[in-house]
């Protein structure tokens, strides 16, 4: 399964004509009720929200979504089966204590996903430098690693073909599967070290370093639909709170 290492949209979906950092601010107050709400009914609200807008971020093929999503639900289940495996609890209680952290994994991960999706990350940079007053060093520093990260993924195959080629294959033996992709995860991590290195020497040797103020050509605008949206996502965790507690199922001592 390839990773799932796309950054922003291929083309504009709805979900772009929002502003990252009203984004940023969504995911806020969505981390914000999640750690506080340590209940099923809470969680499963929102995810089911969350659900709702990976249209909107264009992602409608289930291939699609399933390419960004693998490594969260993966960890969901990772998470769920600790719980119940090592938890306190047992029986049916320990299930749907595995269930609640497990949606609320994923309710935590969602939005960040749907942020990835449908931004594109200069867009990102300039919002944080703009409306947050985020370092244009930190800020552009970390547009140029994300416009890096894809070439983990060719990296990585590069050099698993390469190695297959010299006769080095685990076959069926899963420990050696398992030895083998650390020590290519090894060889990926010390070639992003050396291009992180010459990447971040040829940024300071173009001023990124000077300390001067840096003018920003594309700009970055906040309208009304932006403030919508951000209220929008205010109202959805109320509903879920209020859902939560008229239920009966309110618990913060998760949290």
Known sequence: MSLPLALGPARPVPLSAVNPVAQLTAIVVVTAV???????????????????????????????????TWPLLVSALGVAWVNVAFGSLSGAEAWASGATW???????????????????????????????????RFAYGALAAMRLVPLLAAEFETIRLARRARGVDAGADP??????????SFALLVGAIRRGTRLATAMDARGFDSGTARTNARGSQLRPLDAAFVV????????????????????????
């Open 232 to 255: 929008g996502a205010v109202l959805v965790c109320v509903a879920a709170v209020t859902t939560s507690v008229l239920t009966g199922q309110w618990d913060p001592a998760l949290g």
């Open 102 to 136: 497990a949606l609320r994994v994923v309710a935590l991960s969602l939005p960040g996903i749907l942020l990835v999706a449908s931004t594109d990350p200069v867009r990102l940079a300039d919002a944080l430098t703009l409306h947050w007053r985020v370092s244009t």
């Open 34 to 68: 999640l750690l506080v709400s340590g209940d099923l009914v809470t969680s499963a609200v929102l995810v089911a929200a969350e659900l709702a807008l990976l249209p909107a971020a264009g992602l409608t093929r289930p291939g699609d979504v399933l390419r960004r």
């Open 175 to 184: 420990v050696a599967h398992a030895r083998l992709l650390v020590s290519t």
